[in-house]
C-alpha cells in the first residue's frame, strides 16, 4: 500500500513545506496535525548523506507549548517527574511527562528561557489540552499556548560549519542541549545544540513563519559546497541510535521506567509531580518489563506498522515497536519491550514478523553511541 495523502487546512503545512516540496519529498507523515517529511530520495540513500554531510529538517511538528507568568515553573513541575530546581536560563531539558497514573503522556524537550517563560517542545501528542486543563483546574496564574515557533534542525557531521557561515562562528561554543540567541533578518532566535539523531547539529526555533522560507534558502546557499539538503528524522538512524517514538514505541500504557528513562525521573525530589505517587511505587519495585535494543535476523525486514510479537517459545515475551535494515551494522536493528524474564544481554528470542518467525537477540546498548555530545 502506497497511496497519496489526501491534503487538507487541518493537516497543517509550516513555515518550510514550500522548501521541502521543491527539495522532492517522496513521503510525508502527520505528527501533532503537522505535515513531516518522512523520505526524500529513499531511506538509506537520505541516511548515508545524514551520516556523511549535513541536513536541514523541517521538525515544524515538534510544536510548542509556550508557558508564561508566574506560575510557569511550578506548572513545568506538576508536569514531570524530572526534577527542575537546578534548570537554570540557556538549558534544555529532555522531560517524560506523565498523568496521574505514571504513564507516559509526551517526551518533550523542554526550554527554559526565564524563571517565568518556558516552551515544552512537544513529541506526538496533545499534550497542550492537558496542560491547559491542569492550568485552568488549579487556578495557576500562567499563559498556556501554541505560539508560531517552528523549529527547524541542521543535523549532521558538517552541521557545526553551516550554522558558523549563517550564524557565526559563536554558534560552535553552544554547548549540548544549551541555547544561546542569535540573529537572522534582524530577528533574536534561540539556537540549541539538540537534535533527533546522534549525528550531531543544532535546531533553531524559527519564530515567526514569515522569515521560514529565507532562512531555509540561506542554509541551501551557504551549503552548497558541503553537499547541504533537505532531510527528515530517519528511521534507520533512530533507531540505531535508541532514539524514542511516542506513540511507536511508548504510549500512555508505559512508564518511563519501562521506557529506559528512569534517568530522566527525580521522583522522590519532584515534589509537585502529578505522576509521582504512582511513580513513587514503581520506582521501589522497578518495572518488570523494559526498552531493549533487539538485533532481528535474516533480509531487510519490512515496515513495522503495528507491535510484532517477541516470542520465547510459545510464550510472548514482549514486542517490537521499530524496525529497519541497518546498512553500517549488517543486521536488523529493532527498539523491543521485553519483560524481565527475557531482557538480559545475549537472549534469544524469535520475533513474530508480519512477513513469518525470525530469530532475535536482545543487545546490551543500541548501536549508535557517539556523536552528539
Ligand atoms: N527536539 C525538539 N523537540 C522534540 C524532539 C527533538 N520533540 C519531539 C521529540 N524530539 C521528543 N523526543 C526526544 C527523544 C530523544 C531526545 C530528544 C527528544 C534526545 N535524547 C538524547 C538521548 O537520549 O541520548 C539526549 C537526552 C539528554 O541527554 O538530555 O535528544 O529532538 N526540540
Redesign the pocket.
Known amino acids: 500500500m502506497n497511496a497519496l495523502l489526501a491534503r487538507a487546512r487541518r493537516v497543517r503545512r509550516t513555515p518550510f513545506t514550500e522548501g521541502v516540496e521543491r527539495a522532492g519529498v517522496t513521503a510525508w507523515s502527520v505528527y501533532n496535525r503537522m505535515l513531516l517529511p518522512a523520505v526524500f530520495e529513499s531511506p538509506e540513500a537520505d541516511y548515508r548523506h545524514l551520516k556523511d554531510h549535513v541536513q536541514v529538517w523541517d521538525?515544524s511538528c515538534?510544536r510548542q507549548v509556550e508557558l508564561r507568568g508566574p506560575d510557569s515553573a511550578r506548572l513545568m513541575q506538576m508536569l514531570t517527574p524530572r526534577d527542575l530546581r537546578g534548570m537554570l536560563p540557556g538549558q534544555?531539558?529532555?522531560v517524560p511527562m506523565v498523568d496521574e497514573t505514571g504513564g507516559m503522556l509526551n517526551?518533550?524537550?523542554a526550554?527554559k528561557l526565564a524563571e517565568d517563560r518556558w516552551w515544552i517542545?512537544?513529541?506526538?501528542s496533545d499534550l497542550l489540552l492537558w496542560v491547559k486543563g491542569i492550568a485552568n483546574g488549579y487556578r495557576l496564574d500562567v499563559l498556556v499556548d501554541e505560539p508560531d515557533v517552528s523549529?527547524l534542525?541542521v543535523q549532521g557531521p558538517k552541521a557545526d560549519e553551516l550554522m558558523a557561515r549563517v550564524f557565526g562562528e559563536d554558534i560552535r561554543n553552544v554547548r549540548?542541549?544549551r541555547f544561546g540567541w542569535f540573529t537572522f533578518q534582524g530577528r533574536d532566535l534561540v539556537i540549541?545544540r539538540?537534535?533527533?539523531s546522534?549525528q550531531g547539529g543544532f535546531?533553531i526555533y524559527v519564530a515567526g513563519g514569515d522569515i521560514g522560507m529565507p532562512l531555509w534558502d540561506a542554509l541551501m546557499e551557504a551549503g552548497a559546497d558541503l553537499q547541504v539538503r533537505a532531510g527528515c528524522p530517519n528511521l534507520i538512524e533512530r533507531v540505531e541510535?535508541?532514539?524514542?517514538s511516542?506513540g511507536n514505541d511508548m504510549t500512555r500504557a508505559n512508564t518511563p521506567h519501562e521506557c529506559g528513562l528512569g534517568r530522566?525521573c527525580n521522583t522522590q525530589t519532584a515534589i509537585g509531580c502529578i505522576g509521582r505517587d504512582a511513580l513513587l511505587r514503581v520506582a521501589m519495585e522497578g518495572p518488570v518489563r523494559q526498552i531493549r535494543p533487539i538485533a532481528i535476523g535474516g533480509a531487510p525486514v519490512p515496515v513495522c506498522d503495528r507491535l510484532w510479537p517477541l516470542m520465547a517459545g510459545a510464550q510472548t515475551v514482549g514486542h517490537v515497536s521499530s524496525t529497519a535494515w541497518s546498512p553500517d551494522f549488517g543486521t536488523n536493528v529493532a527498539i523491543g519491550m521485553v519483560r524481565m524474564t527475557h531482557w538480559d544481554p545475549g537472549t534469544e528470542l524469535t520475533v513474530a514478523a508480519p512477513d513469518g518467525p525470525r530469530p532475535a537477540v536482545v543487545r546490551d546498548r543500541f548501536w549508535n553511541d557517539h556523536g552528539?555530545r
Open positions: 521538525v515538534e534544555c531539558y529532555y517526551d518533550p524537550v526550554v517542545s512537544l513529541a506526538d523549529p534542525a549540548f542541549f540549541a539538540s537534535g533527533y546522534k535546531e541510535s535508541g532514539l524514542l511516542y530522566f552528539s
